[in-house]
Structure formats: C-alpha cells, structure tokens
C-alpha cells in the first residue's frame, strides 16, 4: 500500500505514474487495488477495467462500455484536444470495432491509430478535482486492441513525464 501511495502522491503532484502489480492468481492484487482505493476514498477518481478470458477476441472489449459513456456525453466542444464532431466520430469507430475483427471496417490504419490515441489521451486526462486512478485488471486477457491501446497509454504517460522533467530543468 505504500509503494501504491507513493505513486499516487507523484500523481497528484502532476507527476503521471504507471505502475504493474504482478504476482500468482489469488495472492490478493485486486484486493491490494481495493484497499488502496478505499483508504485513501477515491470513489470516481478511480477506474477499474476489467479483462476477461472470453473477450480475448473481441477489440476493446474491456474498454467498450467507457467509450459508450464518452461518446454520451454532452456539452463538450472538444474532447481530448480534438472538435468534438471529430471525436465523436473517431471513438464512435471504435465502439463500432468491437463487433468486428481487428483493424475492419476501418477506413485507414492511420485513421484508427488516431482514434486509440485519443481514446488514451481521454483515459489520461486529469479530472477537474485531480488525478484519476486507472485500474486495468487481468492484462494477461487483453485482445490485441487493448494491448495496442495500452501501448498509446503508456506512450503518452512516458511522453507526458518527460515533459514534466524538462519543465523542472
């Protein structure tokens, strides 16, 4: 739990952390997460997504009913640094993806790559009242979708860190 707090205080500092916590099914990850969560009462600043051993097949399953609440949203003239018309479109093609086999029904690699990115800078995004916790559960069963999402996630957060760094030089 301490190590977890030392990551989040870096966090809330502006500092982006990622952070893995690996080790044998059942030795109590999750419960760690929970308990971490609750301690420190982080209600909606925290988000736990949830792989599964059926959806390894699917594209974005995992992520699929946070995408939907995204594209419900309203009132928002740009979502992630992008117009909202556009963006909406580009994460609607994402939903829309994970009824279908990885990279169809999409008009150009680029085109998807766009929409992943976004979709990270969205999960990255600091709340209005600070840092948000994301929780990715049982990575191991993530399609090949999520795993090129993950990927965008943790090159933004590299990307972001570095930032940081550079502006403390």
């Known amino acids: 739990l301490e190590r977890i707090g030392d990551h ?3 966090a809330q500092r502006g500092q982006g952390q990622a952070l893995l916590i ?3 099914a059942g030795i109590g990850k999750s419960r ?3 308990a971490f969560i609750e301690a420190n009462t982080l209600g909606s600043s925290a ?3 949830q792989a599964l051993p059926f959806h ?3 594209p974005l399953q995992p992520f699929a009913a946070h995408l939907e609440g995204l594209l419900g949203e309203r009132q928002r003239d740009c979502i992630g640094g992008v117009g909202a018309a556009e963006a909406r479109a580009l994460l609607g093609d994402l939903v829309r993806s994970a009824d279908q086999p990885d990279d169809q029904g999409w008009r150009g690699r680029e085109r998807r790559l766009q929409a992943l990115r976004l979709y990270a800078r969205l999960l990255l995004s600091r ?4 840092p948000r916790l994301l929780v990715i559960e049982d990575v191991h069963w993530l399609d090949p979708s999520s795993c090129e999402l993950l990927d965008c996630l943790l090159e933004l957060q590299a990307t972001a860190v570095d930032a940081a760094r550079n502006r403390l030089e």
Do not use: K, Q, S
């Not at 709340?127 to 600070?130: D, F, L, Q």
């Open 32 to 34: 760690l997460v929970r």
């Open 22 to 24: 690996r080790g044998e």
């Open 56 to 58: 390894t097949n699917t």
């Open 47 to 49: 988000e736990i997504i």
């Open 8 to 10: 989040w205080l870096l």
């Open 127 to 130: 709340e209005a009242t600070g």
